[in-house]
């Protein structure tokens, strides 16, 4: 079966003669087992609330289906399922390849939290070679942590080549996959260990709940997560995991069409005179664009924009005359949104050199000439502040 069919099955309810199209929300904390002998097998199945519902089985299931692992574990966010595929793996007096373009929380988890435990991180850049990422993998490597393509930069990685190099090491290869969401892009499949999701972006895709999914490829790997959440007490709400289950049934004609109005925008984008470069995967300025035609099946609605350098008071202009287009963190939602951002400061292995600053927009579902005429009164707007 193809994706688009299988996101509209996986994690149905099928137990009973007639039963609801969609999994109910099961809230629990506590289960009752009628007998003693039910009460010993519970555990092989499911048992308390954190441990999850059957309204976390299904959208793990579907999930599962989706990114084509071997098993998927929730945690409360996207943050949490990137922490806890890190110390799934980790102990003291270990150490973590980390790319530089990684989400800056998780950068941040390394810097000030991993370190005061004893594990050491270094960053590599995303697009680094064979024999670098080679060079930099130790003997007590158990982690190499990719992000492709990375969230604000948009550098695509190599995975087969660094799946390869983390397994002869010994170490397992985690990806940060909520930019293609499972949809347009398959890391199991490309040799990674863990695909881990901001299910809080696409999956959801309705900008109303925080979910994050962990799926392995392996029964090993994916007791070693398993065991990860239940030591961290990590929980997710039934309504939250139904939310994101509902929001994944329409997760191909969103993606379909996320693609199309980033598509129709970047065209908007490259004829404005204040526009230095696009920063997007489907562009050949972009480093890693051969492996994303190699290893994607298409591009979702986040991309990035730099323009030519622009003093501060015309960038203020821009985004307080979008009207339509909001100013906030986040994307994957129904809307479209927008934000300034630099990504110097999160930047140690590699240096980012653009003079001009980095606008990051999540092309929605909206009609594109809206969403044009949006950007066009912005620039408007941005040109008078200039004079
Ligand atoms: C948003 C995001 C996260 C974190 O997800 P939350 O649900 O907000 O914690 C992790 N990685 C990437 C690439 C993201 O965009």
């Known amino acids: 079966m193809k994706d688009k069919t299988k996101l509209t099955i996986a994690g149905r309810p099928h137990h009973r003669p007639a039963h609801p199209v969609n999994m109910p929300v099961e809230r629990a904390s506590t289960y009752l087992f009628p007998t003693y002998d039910d009460y010993l097998e519970g555990a092989k199945n499911i048992t308390y609330g954190r441990l999850g519902t059957s309204s976390h089985r299904a959208f793990e299931e579907a999930v599962n289906t989706l990114e084509g692992g071997f098993e998927t574990r929730l945690a409360p966010s996207g943050l949490q399922a990137c922490i806890a595929s890190i110390l799934a793996f980790v102990s003291a007096g270990d150490h973590v390849l980390m790319t530089d373009s990684a989400y800056d929380p998780t950068r941040k988890f390394c810097d000030n939290f991993l370190k005061r435990f004893g594990v050491e991180t270094t960053y590599y850049d995303p697009i680094a070679d064979e024999a670098t990422m080679k060079s930099l993998m130790r003997p007590n490597t158990k982690v190499v942590f990719a992000e492709s393509p990375g969230s604000l930069t948009f550098e695509v990685q190599d995975l087969p080549m660094l799946a390869a190099v983390a397994h002869a090491g010994g170490a397992k290869l985690v990806v940060d996959n909520t930019w293609g969401a499972g949809y347009f892009y398959k890391p199991i499949a490309l040799g990674a260990d863990v695909s881990v999701q901001a299910a809080t972006k696409y999956l959801v895709g309705h900008a109303d709940c925080l979910v994050g999914t962990l799926c392995s490829a392996d029964e090993q790997t994916a007791r070693k997560i398993y ?22 049934r329409t997760l191909s004609a969103r993606m379909e069409r996320h693609q199309e109005n980033a598509a129709e925008l970047i065209k908007y984008l490259k004829k404005r005179p204040e526009v230095e470069r696009i920063v997007y995967p489907t562009q050949k300025s972009c480093p890693g664009h051969a492996v994303w035609k190699r290893d994607f099946t298409g591009a979702s609605g986040l991309f990035a924009v730099v323009l030519k350098p622009t003093p501060l008071p015309a960038i203020k202009a821009f985004f307080n005359a979008l009207k339509l287009i909001g100013i906030g963190f986040s994307w994957g939602g129904f809307e479209s949104l927008a934000i300034h ?11 980012w050199d653009e003079e001009g600053p980095l606008f990051r927009f999540h092309a929605g579902l909206e009609d594109v000439d809206d969403l044009k005429d949006d950007l066009e009164r912005a620039f408007i707007a941005m040109t008078g502040a200039n004079k």
């Not at 065991?227 to 994944?248: E, K, T």
């Open 227 to 248: 065991f990860a959440l239940l030591q961290i007490g990590s929980n997710v709400s039934a309504d939250d995991a139904y939310l994101a289950l509902r929001g994944l």
């Open 341 to 351: 951002s630099d990504p110097r400061p999160n930047r140690t292995a590699t240096t």
